[in-house]
């Protein structure tokens, strides 16, 4: 399994779509996601102070984008999703709370 981090804004603005595209993925091109090793990393980097995000688990077994592995920060591997996430490979959309 792999994670995303998301709003729950533009997660629930999306939630009649078959797949689902983070505001980002227009300037950048492809979806972040992260290992479970990752996310709290991520959460600490990126979030510090927010309340209002979702934790999504995907199988990505059941991604049809093409899904790369490329380093990122400290040079280390971060899967990154070169089109739409599929909502049939969303498994689970849990509450993260805020982040401290």
Same mark, same amino acid.
């Given at each position: 399994?792999?994670?995303?981090?998301? $709003?729950? =804004?533009?997660?629930?603005?999306?939630l009649? &779509?078959a797949?689902?595209?983070?505001? =980002?993925? +227009? @300037?950048e091109?492809?979806?972040h996601?992260?290992? +479970? !090793?990752? /996310?709290?990393?991520?959460l600490?980097r990126y979030? @510090?102070?927010? *309340?209002?995000?979702?934790?999504?688990t995907v199988?990505?077994?059941?991604? $049809? !984008?093409? &899904?790369?592995? =490329?380093?990122? $920060?400290?040079? *280390?591997?971060?899967?990154?999703?070169?089109?739409?996430?599929?909502?049939? !490979?969303? /498994?689970?959309? *849990?509450?993260?709370?805020? /982040? *401290?």
């Open positions: 399994m792999i994670y995303h981090i998301a $709003t729950q =804004e533009v997660w629930n603005s999306q009649q &779509l797949s689902y595209f983070p505001t =980002e993925f +227009e @300037k091109g492809f979806i996601l992260s290992t +479970e !090793a990752q /996310v709290a990393v991520v600490q979030y @510090k102070g927010r *309340e209002d995000l979702l934790l999504l199988d990505e077994t059941k991604l $049809t !984008a093409q &899904l790369k592995y =490329e380093p990122s $920060t400290g040079n *280390e591997l971060y899967p990154h999703l070169f089109g739409g996430l599929d909502k049939s !490979a969303v /498994v689970k959309v *849990e509450s993260i709370p805020k /982040v *401290e």
